[in-house]
């Protein structure tokens, strides 16, 4: 088999058919302006194609310190909200030119420092970044990382604004605020609530927001209505069980994933949503997988927060512009029917 495979075509071989130099060659398979007659250009194009060239990116990269790749590091690949988010990224990167290296950390500092270091040394032109919770609770060594690195980056969802880091991000706190606020008009007062304590991240404001909801209704916020989780599912099945041993009626669950676990154990338990308890969620990821149930949930709007962090590091790679921007997104709360009015 190996010696029926066509032999690879080079410049040089285009060059030798056409009768020209490998400098003309290059010029007119990369469209460039030559004084080099349209027959001739025609011939080479016709020939390229005959023989299936490909432009070896390796040697062009040299050439022209760009390699037209980004990557994207992310924390969790089997999060929806992640994936979904990294789909977006990957198109918008395609219609712009750059192909897409994505890779997972596993929520570990470690990890996001060594593919960091292994992604510059492959030449990436820039990094989109959502950091793990290791990576932001270790702050210093993680800002001592990032000076380090020669090449743009752009942080999404968990972003340090205060420390000069370009990013883009939803307002988490105010997303929680949201979600307490409606269950509260809806006349639920012992409402649980299973977060992620990341002590500055995502899952703290968010905690933050729903506090702040029951305050302003004076509502005392109760330990045992807390419940710790990490964003994946075996944690909100846990969460469940210690709610459903408490006098709650409703919850707001910091991540679609976590809502993931808490229904399964509802629905062991016999509890129906929202007859039985009633939830709202926070990402809106699951819309089109949920048979039978329509999440009332905090939306991230994927393709918007998709677009905007594009939008900033196309802007740092095409201006060179170092002067950092931080956008902060509004979320909004979409209702559904995984509420029930207990109200009079």
Known sequence: ??????????????????????????????????????EKKQLVREVAKRENYVVNQAAKSLATR???????????????????????????????????????????????????????????????????????????????????????????????????CAGVSFDHEQGGY????????????KIGCVYRDDKAGSGKSRLVGYMRALSEHRILVREEYLKKGDYRMESGYHAAGGLLATDCTAAFICNDMMTLG????????????????SIVSYDDSLKNYLLGLELTTVVQDIEMLAGEACRLLFGRLADGEDAPKSIVLAPKLTVRGS??????
């Not at 509420?339 to 009079?344: E, K, M, S, W």
């Open 1 to 38: 088999m190996e010696e029926n495979r066509r032999k690879k075509v080079t410049i040089k071989d285009i060059a030798r058919e056409a009768g020209i130099s490998t400098a003309a060659v290059s010029l007119i398979l990369n469209n460039k302006p030559c004084r080099i007659l349209e």
């Open 66 to 164: 760009k390699s037209h790749m980004l990557a994207l590091i992310l924390p969790d690949i089997e999060n929806t909200f992640f994936s979904s988010l990294a789909k977006q990224i990957e198109n918008r990167c395609r219609r712009e030119g750059y192909s897409l290296i994505i890779a997972s950390s596993d929520e570990r500092r470690e990890n996001d420092e060594k593919l960091l270091r292994v992604l510059e040394s492959r030449g990436v032109d820039g990094v989109f970044l959502i950091l793990s919770i290791e990576a932001l609770e270790q702050r210093q060594k993680l800002l001592e990382e990032l000076s380090l690195l020669s090449m743009p980056y752009v942080m999404i969802d968990r972003t340090l604004p205060d420390a000069g």
């Open 178 to 189: 949201l979600a307490a606020k409606y269950l509260i008009t809806q006349g639920h007062t």
């Open 262 to 277: 808490f229904l399964r154990r509802l629905y062991e338990e016999g509890c129906q949503v929202p007859r039985d308890y």
């Open 339 to 344: 509420v029930r009015f207990c109200g009079i």
